[in-house]
C-alpha cells in the first residue's frame, strides 16, 4: 500500500504539515517555548492561537498569553485580567489587570487570537458573584482559576461602576464577601 510523503511523513515524526504553530518563524518558537515553560505554573506550553501586532508576535497557550519575540517575552496568565477584550474597530486587543493600569496590543494581524482571549479568560473564571449594595452596583467577588497544571483559585474583589473604594460599607462589604 502506497502512502503520501505527507502521512509517512507524519508517522515518522519527520515533518508536521499542519499545527498551530505553522507559518511562525522557526526561530521564534523555539524562543517562545522556552520562555514560556520557564514560568511558574505555565502547565503545557502549545500554541492554541497566534498573530501578529506590529513586528512582535503574539501566542496564546493554554495558560499564557504571550507577546514579544526572538529577543524576549513577555507572559500574562489568562486569570490575572480582569476584564478586556477585542475592538475590531482599532484592532486592538485590550485588557486590564486586577492590580494594575489598562494595556493593549495593536494586532496588525489578529488570527484566532481575540476568540482565544475571550475563550481562556471566560474559562479561567470558576465563580463569579455581586454583592449588591446599591440597587444593582456592588461588589463582585470572583474566583480565577490559573489554567496552568496547578488550577489554584485566587480571590478577587473589585466594584460595579458608579462605586469606589471610599464610598462607605463597600470595603466592609468585599471583606465579608471575600
Do not use: C
Not at 502547565?43 to 514579544?68: E, K, N, Y
Not at 479561567?124 to 440597587?135: P, Q
Not at 458608579?162 to 462607605?168: E, Y
Amino acid at each position: 500500500m502506497k502512502t503520501s510523503g505527507r502521512a509517512a511523513g507524519d508517522r515518522a515524526g519527520r515533518t508536521r504539515w499542519w499545527s498551530r504553530s505553522r507559518g511562525l518563524p522557526a526561530a521564534a518558537y523555539a524562543s517562545w517555548l522556552a520562555s514560556a515553560a520557564a514560568q511558574p505554573g505555565a502547565g503545557p506550553t502549545r500554541i492554541l492561537a497566534w498573530g501578529r501586532a506590529g513586528d512582535q508576535l503574539v501566542i496564546g497557550g493554554p495558560a499564557l498569553l504571550s507577546w514579544g519575540g526572538v529577543d524576549g517575552w513577555q507572559h500574562l496568565g489568562w486569570h490575572e485580567i480582569e476584564r478586556g477584550g477585542w475592538e475590531a474597530a482599532d484592532g486592538r486587543l485590550t485588557w486590564r489587570r486586577y492590580d494594575g493600569e489598562p494595556e493593549h496590543l495593536a494586532l496588525s494581524e489578529p488570527g484566532r487570537v481575540p476568540e482565544l482571549f475571550r475563550e481562556r479568560v471566560a474559562a479561567s473564571i470558576a465563580v463569579e458573584k455581586l454583592i449588591a449594595l446599591k440597587g444593582d452596583r456592588g461588589v463582585i467577588v470572583t474566583a480565577r482559576r490559573h489554567l496552568g497544571t496547578g488550577g489554584e483559585l485566587s480571590w478577587h474583589a473589585t466594584l460595579s461602576s458608579g462605586l469606589s473604594w471610599s464610598t462607605p460599607g463597600v470595603t466592609e462589604a468585599a471583606a465579608d464577601a471575600l
